[in-house]
């Protein structure tokens, strides 16, 4: 069999590579890449990768589009608190971030929606941020907070891709980006330089998984 196999239950148990009866296989990888559709959806994943009081992080996922404006990925607190997002915008990216003092965003000027694959890479260092694309640097900003505290990224929440579920979201991001939902095909997802497995989100909406994109 050449192709992609999800939602195996036997007797009422959902086998996969991380359940305990899993056993061994060969020749056998994990089918990571999505394609979203229509004017509003989102992958969420319900166990936090970014951890809370967190100093340091990064973040990198590869896409393709030829839409100019979209959500990439979104993790902050239900109740309007820190978050940190990435965004296509006039068909460039866009990374935002509030530690808890104001909004700062980081702009590149490379035009990337042009259907081709794109590897966009954040990598977080308290208030410092790196913006990469295709493996070269497109965008810095480097802060010096007067409160410590607002530079370290605290969120228990889970964090999504391709869009933002209505119930959770900063104001500052919802005014702007709220109904904004990625259309293309994303593909391998690093959270801190660990591979998440896409299939095994917490919910979904107008997502196909498994499709040559």
Not at 12 to 38: K, M, P
Not at 81 to 102: M, P, Q, R, T
Not at 167 to 190: A, I, K, P
Request: overall charge negative; hydrophobic content about 40%.
């Amino acid at each position: 069999f050449d192709g992609c196999i999800d939602n195996l239950v036997f007797d009422g148990l959902e086998l996969n590579q991380l359940s305990d009866a899993f056993v061994d296989a060969v020749g056998v990888g994990q089918c990571n890449t999505i394609r979203l559709f229509g004017s509003y959806n989102y992958v969420t994943f319900g166990q936090p990768r970014i951890r809370s009081d967190r100093p340091r992080d990064s973040f990198s996922i590869e896409f393709r589009t030829s839409q100019t404006k979209g959500v990439l990925h979104y993790d902050g607190d239900a109740d309007g608190g820190e978050f940190v997002s990435l965004v296509l915008a006039g068909g460039k990216i866009e990374y935002s971030f509030n530690l808890g003092a104001e909004t700062t965003t980081v702009q590149t000027t490379r035009n990337v929606a042009d259907d081709e694959w794109h590897r966009v890479a954040v990598h977080r260092e308290g208030a410092n941020v790196a913006l990469l694309i295709d493996g070269a640097i497109a965008g810095t900003v480097a802060l010096e907070p007067a409160d410590p505290a607002d530079s370290v990224f605290n969120t228990n929440e889970a964090f999504s891709i391709g869009g933002v579920p209505l119930t959770v979201g900063h104001s500052d991001f919802m005014t702007q980006y709220s109904f904004v939902s990625f259309e293309g095909c994303l593909r391998n997802l690093l959270v801190d330089g660990e591979e998440v497995e896409m299939t095994l989100n917490s919910g979904s909406l107008s997502a196909q998984f498994c499709l040559d994109c």
